[in-house]
């Protein structure tokens, strides 16, 4: 069973930077999609971004897109999420999860990580 854990988290402010890093525990991971998911106060946990096994498809939710971006290092055993211009509606606790299928995608993780809190503030 792979576990997922993520860091980054943090307090900012409307229009900063952050880039979040989830590490899987084995090489297993290698060969999985990877997607980050957020959920917000009193809000059901939603899709943000998915990268497929190799890391050449990626797939994003509408209102990330052009903002966020979701990379990998297969050697490492780690997924990112960078995220610009960040905005209060952007706050959320961030989860990184595995899918054993290969390919890019919005459902059917099988893995997922504890979470990191990000804050935007206006």
């Known amino acids: 069973q792979v576990q997922l854990v993520e860091s980054g988290g943090g307090l900012v402010q409307a229009g900063d930077s952050l880039r979040l890093s989830c590490t899987a525990s084995?090489?297993?991971?290698?060969?999985?999609?990877m997607g980050w998911f957020r959920q917000a106060p009193g809000k059901e946990r939603e899709f943000v971004a998915s990268?497929?096994?190799?890391?050449?498809?990626?797939y994003y939710t509408d209102s990330v897109k052009g903002r966020f971006t979701i990379s990998r290092d297969n050697v490492k055993f780690m997924v990112y999420l960078q995220m610009n211009s960040l905005k209060p509606e952007d706050t959320a606790v961030y989860y990184c999860?595995?899918?054993?299928?290969?390919?890019?995608?919005?459902?059917?993780?099988?893995?997922w990580g504890q979470g990191t809190q990000v804050t935007v503030s206006s």
């Open positions: 999860a595995a899918r054993r299928t290969g390919g890019a995608g919005m459902y059917g993780y099988d893995y």
């Open positions: 084995d090489h297993t991971s290698r060969s999985y999609a």
């Open positions: 990268i497929n096994w190799s890391g050449d498809s990626t």
